[in-house]
């Protein structure tokens, strides 16, 4: 879980680093280089990227007992760090490497867009 989470923190330079493409002040990217990525791919990897963290986002929460309304007050007065790491083992490993997998491929694919913008 440590893995998935920096997985997640490492993506945070690269979705402000988008932003600002999108908004238009990215520092250091070629605006010649804006032809060589399709609107069509940029909209793939965002969607793939929206699944992924979706994904992620519906486990943690069925892990976590935030989707049962009954279970989310109780998770609020949980017992302590022993009730959490319980929770969390109940993750298959197979299960989260294949996250991590995914958020790997999704940073993958921004860094070659965002590297073919800057070169």
């Not at 945070?12 to 060589?36: A, D, H, K, Y």
């Not at 791919?41 to 979706?54: D, G, N, P």
């Not at 490993?93 to 294949?98: F, L, N, V």
């Amino acid at each position: 879980m440590v893995q998935v989470r920096e997985e997640v923190e490492s993506m945070q330079p690269i979705f402000c680093q988008v932003q600002l493409l999108l908004i238009g002040t990215g520092s250091g990217l070629n605006r010649g280089n804006l032809t060589m990525i399709t609107i069509h791919s940029l909209m793939v990897t965002l969607t793939s990227c929206v699944i992924v963290y979706s994904k992620l986002e519906k486990r943690v929460n069925e892990v976590c007992g935030f989707n049962d309304p009954t279970v989310a007050s109780a998770a609020w007065r949980r017992a302590g760090v022993i009730a959490d790491r319980v929770k969390w083992g109940l993750w298959r490993h197979e299960e989260a490497m294949g996250i991590i997998e995914d958020l790997q491929r999704q940073k993958l694919s921004w860094i070659l867009m965002l590297t073919i913008l800057s070169w």
